[in-house]
């Protein structure tokens, strides 16, 4: 199972940027899919949680802001993120709890993709 994720930037405050990270290989079903953030010296942080139903969780530094969607049938997760701001910068991680074919359920994680904001 692979993750991979794509769609960062650099982008100025107050502009939008729209993530995915799609999930191949053998998979018999994926539950949660969320997007965590990792900036310069600070601790990965989650930034939104959907579960296989559609519903979501955010960081409060992202609600309002932040949208989280996914296609269950492509096995992608989507971040939209409106309304940038200069602390949004960071090293953005998909992550996916998954049941692969004839393995063990586990998570795992994209390769990560920058999203800079500039104000």
């Known amino acids: 199972v692979q993750l991979q994720a794509s769609g960062g930037g650099l982008v100025q405050a107050g502009g939008s940027l729209t993530l995915s990270c799609a999930a191949s290989?053998?998979?018999?079903?994926?539950?949660?899919m969320g997007w965590y953030r990792q900036a310069p010296g600070k601790q990965r942080e989650l930034a939104a949680v959907i579960t296989s139903g559609g519903s979501t969780n955010y960081a409060d530094s992202v609600k309002g802001r932040f949208t989280s969607s996914r296609d269950n049938g492509e096995n992608t997760v989507y971040l939209r993120m409106n309304s940038l701001k200069p602390e949004d910068t960071a090293v953005y991680y998909c992550?996916?709890?998954?049941?692969?074919?004839?393995?063990?359920?586990?998570?795992?994680w994209g390769q990560g993709t920058q999203v800079t904001v500039s104000s």
């Open positions: 290989g053998r998979i018999l079903r994926i539950n949660d």
């Open positions: 992550n996916a709890d998954v049941v692969p074919l004839f393995l063990e359920r586990r998570a795992y």
